[in-house]
């Protein structure tokens, strides 16, 4: 069985809390953790006990088989890619290049609309 990085676990744990529509702060009340503990785990940078683990996927309606499972998705894997880690093959390259070209276009966006904004409101 393939080993799960802490930060795949993470981020797996962060994208439940965000669909169900918690805070950590939310989240970390309702599992009796502190908000900085939620952060340190959705970043990876606390291993999550299997304890703790349980009681997140209880709060999250997140079924515990699904956040352990060693599976690697395209979000898993495009992690570990970025992080110069894991395999590299072209689907890694294009999906990493599509996410950097939509942030650039939504930041260009974004300054755009900032830039109306303030011409508008003189």
């Known amino acids: 069985m393939a080993k799960l990085k802490d930060e795949v676990i993470g981020k797996r744990i962060r994208q439940a809390r965000m669909e169900v529509g918690f805070s950590q702060a939310e989240l970390a009340e309702g599992v009796d953790m502190t908000r900085a503990q939620i952060g340190n785990i959705e970043t990876g940078r606390t291993v999550l006990s299997l304890k703790d683990a349980g009681l997140i996927c209880d709060f999250l309606g997140l079924d515990i088989k699904e956040l352990l499972d060693t599976e690697e998705s395209d979000l898993d894997a495009l992690i570990l890619f970025r992080q110069g880690e894991g395999n590299s093959d ?33």
């Open 90 to 122: 072209e689907k890694l390259i294009d999906l990493s290049d599509n996410i950097v070209q939509e942030l650039i276009a939504q930041k260009e966006l974004f300054e755009k609309e900032e830039t109306n904004h303030v011409f508008t409101n003189r």
